[in-house]
C-alpha cells in the first residue's frame, strides 16, 4: 500500500459512556488569542491583602517575631514556668488560638504557648 492509496479519515469525537450507552461529545475548539473575552470568561486576581480585608472572620497573630511577652502558664502545666519570653516563630492556630514558639534567655530549649497565654512586655 502506498500513502496515496490509503485515506484518511476525520478524527473521532470523543465517548462517554451513559448508563451503558456511548454518547458522542463535542470536542473544545482552540481560544484564539485575538478573541474578545466574555463576562463568564474575565479572570480577577485577587491578593492575600484584599482577602483578609474582604474576610473580617479572619485575623492576623497579635504578636510579631522578636518581640518580648509576658507568658502565663496553666495551672495543669509547670506553675515556674510564667516569666518573659521572646517570641520565636509564629505557628498556625490551634483551633481557637494562634500558637507561637516561645524561647526565655534562661532556658535552654523553645516553648510552643496559645495567645490566649501571651501578654504584650510593657
Known sequence: MN?????RRPAKASRTLVAGKAV????PK???PSAPLTASATITTITVSQIA??????RAHKFRVGQTVLYTSSP???????GTYKVVKLLPSD?????????NAGE???????????????
Do not use: W
Not at 76 to 82: E, F, L, T, W
Not at 111 to 121: H, Y
Open 95 to 103: 483551633g481557637d488560638d494562634y500558637q507561637y514558639r516561645i524561647k
Open 53 to 58: 480585608v474582604r474576610s473580617p472572620g479572619l
Open 108 to 122: 535552654a530549649f523553645e516553648r510552643v504557648a496559645k495567645e490566649s497565654q501571651l501578654e504584650l512586655d510593657h
Open 76 to 82: 495543669v502545666s509547670r506553675p515556674g514556668a510564667s
Open 24 to 27: 458522542a461529545r463535542p470536542v
Open 30 to 32: 482552540a481560544v484564539e
Open 3 to 7: 500513502k496515496r492509496s490509503v485515506k
